[in-house]
């Protein structure tokens, strides 16, 4: 595995002037408005670090969509994933607007080649097995995953599968709104995202007691 690690100094540079973000950066120097406010020269929203306009906008989408160990993901799971670290106004159009010019997703969703031939990946039944409810959406997602990771030799994609099983066990429920991961250790994996340097805000210790509650919660939040 490779990771790059992207630094963020230079957005400092960009707040005052930034059609975003310029007005609230210079309010909030010395305090917070609107759940704005500066830690280190960067502009937060709550724990969100605030991204003005610039490249670093679609590389995040990108990176979160089909970078590191992605699985070239939907509008929703891929937005809900960015919001868990980033924050700018109309991110979701961004997202919708790259995601509609991915050429992977889309053919992994119709299963349709430019030709206008049906060439669904030759996956053997056996792992796949066609059942009622959750399991079969399950099945359905996990396939659309395997066929944008899979290249052009589709024999190997049973390499691909540990790949697949991370990206949709970090990836946000519809229903839940929580991922798989979150669910089973309350907090979420971390991906090639969480790695690169944020300005850090401050952490508060917790005791043990307080995080089994918590846990009790979410899994109640769950099952309803």
């Known amino acids: 595995?490779?990771?790059?690690?992207?630094?963020?100094?230079?957005?400092?540079?960009?707040?005052k002037s930034d059609e975003d973000f310029g007005g609230v950066f210079t309010q909030c120097t010395t305090q917070v408005i609107d759940q704005f406010h500066q830690v280190n020269g960067f502009l937060f929203r709550d724990s969100k670090l605030c991204i003005p306009r610039s490249s670093t906008r679609e590389l995040l989408i990108r990176e979160v969509h089909e970078g590191g160990i992605a699985g070239h993901l939907g509008v929703d799971k891929t937005l809900s994933m960015l919001q868990e670290n980033f924050y700018w106004p109309q991110m979701e159009k961004q997202v919708r607007s790259l995601i509609s010019r991915c050429a992977i997703w889309h053919q992994a969703k119709s299963r349709v080649q430019p030709q206008g031939?049906?060439?669904?990946?030759?996956?053997?039944?056996?792992?796949?097995?066609?059942?009622?409810?959750?399991?079969?959406?399950?099945?359905?997602?996990?396939?659309?995953?395997?066929?944008?990771?899979?290249?052009?030799?589709?024999?190997?994609?049973?390499?691909?599968?540990?790949?697949?099983?991370?990206?949709?066990?970090?990836?946000?429920?519809?229903?839940?709104k929580s991922s798989p991961f979150e669910v089973v250790y309350g907090h979420n994996a971390i991906i090639h995202v969480d790695l690169m340097p944020l300005p850090s805000v401050k952490i508060v210790s917790r005791h043990a007691e307080e995080r089994t509650m918590e846990m009790r919660l979410l899994h109640e939040k769950i099952r309803a």
Do not use: C
């Open 1 to 15: 595995m490779e990771t790059k690690l992207i630094g963020f100094e230079y957005l400092k540079d960009l707040y």
């Open 117 to 176: 031939l049906y060439t669904p990946l030759q996956v053997p039944e056996r792992p796949w097995e066609h059942t009622a409810g959750q399991t079969e959406v399950v099945n359905r997602t996990m396939a659309t995953i395997l066929r944008t990771l899979v290249s052009k030799n589709h024999k190997y994609w049973d390499v691909k599968l540990a790949h697949a099983e991370f990206a949709y066990n970090r990836a946000p429920s519809s229903t839940t």
